[in-house]
């Protein structure tokens, strides 16, 4: 029989999302007229903007014709949208880069996955406590990690972020080679300000160590002293790569479009203390392994940078801001302290009077037919702590925060 990659063994079972998806169901069968509500939702619900609708249109024209059409495309992007993506989101906020160290991909989650193979097995690997789980789940099935204990892997630096620090985790006392840093956060909802991520910087730089910086939601951002990118850091450009998205910026979760930043000037060395430059190695990861963007998505994602298209996605995210607002109103009206709403997608708020995050979620399903995610799925550190988003619909977010305003606890 052929063995198997043991380390899969390791990985706790991810029953957050089934286990939630089975309450509700269960719940639903035995009060079938309750109308249940989702702010559990990591996904978008409006549509694309018209103009990202239009570019794609106009690229599936141009692919049924021979003078327009498109094979293969390079791995790493085409032009046009690399250029759109280093004006409209770094050159116009002050940052030189280059096009050629912006790679588009299909995800942040897959690039942020992938990114860690290009880095040797006995690196040490830091991350905050709750965070998206991916940057943990990639590294246990590389075999960065010893067992699972007290819901903590041997191996990992765990970098809690509670309400004690204000959900900004303190540096690591110890040596991190690879550190994760997701700002704005999912779940918590908190950013780092300037003034915290330089922090951080001067800690690479002493450290030689690398920042994988996830900013997903930095569109959400709306705090002046809250940078979007790192590179906004000084000396960030030689020490971190940075993951963004236009899942939750221009509502690309289906049509699934993103890109990843690696300027050459971050180094990584061999065992014989040579240094490579961790651009070179990923430009040889993505065109040996993944096959490029769509030609059509890579035309939408560029007309989320015109100026219908700013217009147009702007306005979708407002909405979910005040969606955000509405929450955080619902839940101080009965009483809850919650976190987060303010620079980001995601509401975080307290379990009142020690119940735990899933003795919550049962009494919030059962009392006001909404559903969220208990906290402790993203982390032991989220224990206590429970997520709602700002991702439905006004109308369902409205009728759902009403609900919650009349809970007593
Ligand atoms: N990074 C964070 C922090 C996320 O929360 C998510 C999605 O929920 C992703 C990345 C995934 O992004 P994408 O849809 O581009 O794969």
Same mark, same amino acid.
């Given at each position: 029989?052929?063995?198997?990659?043991?380390?899969?063994?390791?990985?706790?079972?991810?029953?957050?999302?089934?286990?939630?998806?089975?309450?509700?169901?269960?719940?639903?069968?035995?009060?079938?007229?309750?109308?249940?509500?989702?702010?559990?939702?990591?996904?978008?619900?409006?549509?694309?903007?018209?103009?990202?609708?239009?570019?794609?249109?106009?690229?599936?024209?141009?692919?049924?014709?021979?003078?327009?059409?498109?094979?293969?495309?390079?791995?790493?992007?085409?032009?046009?949208?690399?250029?759109?993506?280093?004006?409209?989101?770094?050159?116009?906020?002050?940052?030189?880069?280059?096009?050629?160290?912006?790679?588009?991909?299909?995800?942040?989650?897959?690039?942020?996955?992938?990114?860690?193979?290009?880095?040797?097995?006995?690196?040490?690997?830091?991350?905050?406590?709750?965070?998206?789980?991916?940057?943990?789940?990639?590294?246990?099935?590389?075999?960065?990690?010893?067992?699972?204990?007290?819901?903590?892997?041997?191996?990992?630096?765990?970098?809690?972020?509670?309400?004690?620090?204000?959900?900004?985790?303190?540096?690591?006392?110890?040596?991190?080679?690879?550190?994760?840093?997701?700002?704005?956060?999912?779940?918590?909802?908190?950013?780092?300000?300037?003034?915290?991520?330089?922090?951080?910087?001067?800690?690479?730089?002493?450290?030689?160590?690398?920042?994988?910086?996830?900013?997903?939601?930095?569109?959400?951002?709306?705090?002046?002293?809250?940078?979007?990118?790192?590179?906004? $850091?000084? @000396?960030?450009?030689?020490? *971190? %790569?940075?993951?963004?998205?236009?899942?939750?910026? !221009? &509502?690309? #979760?289906?049509?699934?479009?993103?890109?990843?930043?690696?300027?050459?000037?971050?180094?990584?060395?061999?065992?014989?203390?040579?240094?490579?430059?961790?651009?070179?190695?990923?430009?040889?990861?993505?065109?040996?392994?993944?096959?490029?963007?769509?030609?059509?998505?890579?035309?939408?994602?560029?007309?989320?940078?015109?100026?219908?298209?700013?217009?147009?996605?702007?306005?979708? $995210?407002? @909405?979910?801001?005040?969606? *955000? %607002?509405?929450?955080?109103?619902?839940?101080?009206? !009965? &009483?809850? #302290?919650?976190?987060?709403?303010?620079?980001?997608?995601?509401?975080?708020?307290?379990?009142?009077?020690?119940?735990?995050?899933?003795?919550?979620?049962?009494?919030?399903?059962?009392?006001?037919?909404?559903?969220?995610?208990?906290?402790?799925?993203?982390?032991?550190?989220?224990?206590?702590?429970?997520?709602?988003?700002?991702?439905?619909?006004?109308?369902?977010?409205?009728?759902?925060?009403?609900?919650?305003?009349?809970?007593?606890?």
């Amino acid at each position: 029989m052929t063995a198997l990659n043991e380390n899969y063994l390791k990985l706790q079972g991810s029953y957050l999302f089934s286990t939630v998806a089975q309450r509700v169901a269960a719940y639903k069968k035995e009060n079938p007229s309750a109308e249940v509500i989702s702010l559990g939702i990591g996904d978008v619900s409006q549509p694309l903007v018209p103009a990202v609708v239009e570019a794609l249109h106009k690229a599936c024209e141009e692919m049924g014709h021979a003078e327009t059409f498109r094979g293969y495309g390079p791995e790493q992007g085409y032009p046009f949208l690399r250029q759109a993506i280093l004006q409209g989101d770094y050159l116009s906020r002050g940052i030189l880069l280059s096009a050629d160290e912006i790679f588009v991909s299909d995800g942040a989650k897959s690039d942020v996955a992938n990114f860690q193979e290009l880095f040797a097995l006995d690196v040490r690997v830091a991350l905050q406590d709750p965070v998206y789980p991916v940057y943990l789940d990639t590294n246990v099935m590389a075999g960065r990690t010893q067992s699972y204990q007290n819901g903590r892997y041997g191996g990992i630096i765990y970098l809690p972020c509670t309400e004690t620090n204000r959900f900004v985790p303190a540096l690591p006392r110890e040596h991190a080679d690879i550190i994760y840093l997701c700002s704005p956060n999912n779940p918590t909802g908190t950013a780092f300000t300037k003034q915290e991520l330089q922090k951080w910087v001067h800690y690479a730089q002493e450290h030689k160590s690398i920042i994988l910086f996830d900013s997903a939601y930095e569109a959400y951002i709306t705090s002046d002293d809250v940078p979007h990118s790192i590179y906004e $850091i000084p @000396g960030a450009e030689r020490v *971190a %790569v940075e993951f963004r998205s236009f899942s939750k910026t !221009a &509502g690309f #979760t289906g049509t699934r479009c993103a890109y990843t930043v690696v300027p050459k000037g971050v180094q990584v060395t061999t065992r014989e203390g040579k240094s490579v430059p961790l651009h070179a190695l990923w430009l040889r990861r993505q065109t040996t392994k993944f096959n490029g963007v769509p030609y059509i998505v890579q035309r939408a994602a560029e007309a989320v940078y015109s100026p219908e298209g700013r217009a147009q996605t702007q306005a979708v $995210i407002n @909405g979910y801001r005040e969606n *955000a %607002v509405t929450i955080l109103t619902a839940l101080r009206c !009965a &009483g809850l #302290t919650a976190y987060g709403g303010g620079n980001a997608p995601y509401i975080w708020l307290k379990t009142p009077k020690g119940l735990d995050s899933w003795a919550f979620f049962d009494k919030l399903l059962k009392e006001a037919q909404v559903v969220g995610t208990p906290g402790v799925g993203f982390g032991a550190c989220g224990e206590g702590y429970f997520r709602l988003t700002a991702f439905n619909t006004a109308a369902l977010t409205q009728q759902a925060a009403q609900r919650i305003a009349k809970l007593s606890f």
